[in-house]
């Protein structure tokens, strides 16, 4: 497809267990970015790659989290023994260079 | 400590009426803003922009306003249509949009027929 793919659309984890969360970009955006957006709030910034490079992961809320790109396309969002506070809808963009960020659907994260 | 606030979070219009969303930020650095519209269940899409340089960017009927003094902008959607009814983010970055982009809380639109 032509937009940002993202799967699962909805994972339900139990406390302690590790989630993985993939997103695929735009063919050809070399930026991808990861939000956190809670119930009611506006999304959060995670980390940020240029290609493979992870510039900035300033965001992450905590050492269980963890992302990568080794390729420069598809990037993966590690999460770590799961806690409650860490449901969410996990959003990945990607970026021609223009300023504006072109989102796929989210990744819905309930854990119980 | 919010750099980016949407005080209303919610508004009702009706249809064919002017939809004013409006925007703070307290970030002097920013010089880049954005309009994100989300419908549920699905991801934010772009809606509209506006860099520093400009104090008006138009797109058929969505006027995005910058007020640089007052770190303000505000975006105006006439006539309103039942299908703007979503939540929209207001969003700001520096350096012309090339550092992650910081989001407001959103403000729900319902456009009432």
């Known amino acids: 497809g032509a937009g940002v793919s993202q799967s699962p659309r909805y994972k339900v984890a139990k406390r302690g267990q590790d989630v993985a969360l993939r997103c695929d970009p735009i063919?050809?955006?070399?930026?991808l970015f990861w939000y956190q957006q809670a119930l009611g709030q506006g999304p959060e910034f995670l980390t940020y790659?240029?290609?493979?490079?992870?510039?900035?992961k300033s965001g992450l809320p905590s050492d269980r989290f963890f992302a990568e790109r080794p390729e420069g396309s598809v990037s993966t969002l590690k999460i770590q023994r799961t806690q409650q506070e860490d449901s969410a809808v996990y959003l990945c963009?990607?970026?021609?260079?223009?300023?504006?960020?072109?989102f796929g659907e989210g990744s819905r994260l309930t854990v119980l | 400590d919010q750099q980016v606030k949407q005080n209303s979070p919610s508004l009702s219009v009706q249809e064919g009426r002017i939809s004013i969303l409006n925007c703070d930020y307290t970030?002097?650095?920013?010089?880049?803003f954005l309009w994100y519209k989300k419908y549920p269940a699905e991801g934010p899409t772009f809606l509209i922009s506006?860099?520093?340089?400009?104090d008006k960017n138009e797109d058929g009927r969505f006027t995005v306003f910058l007020n640089k003094s007052a770190k303000h902008l505000s975006l105006h959607i006439v006539p309103s249509q039942p299908g703007d009814s979503a939540v929209y983010f207001c969003?700001?970055?520096?350096?012309?949009?090339?550092?992650?982009?910081?989001f407001g809380k959103g403000t729900r639109l319902s456009v009432i027929a």
């Open positions: 963009a990607s970026a021609p260079g223009t300023g504006e960020l072109f």
């Open positions: 063919s050809g955006h070399v930026s």
């Open positions: 790659f240029q290609n493979e490079a992870q510039l900035d």
């Open positions: 970030n002097s650095m920013f010089d880049y």
């Open positions: 506006i860099s520093s340089i400009k």
């Open positions: 969003a700001a970055s520096e350096f012309s949009g090339n550092t992650p982009l910081v």
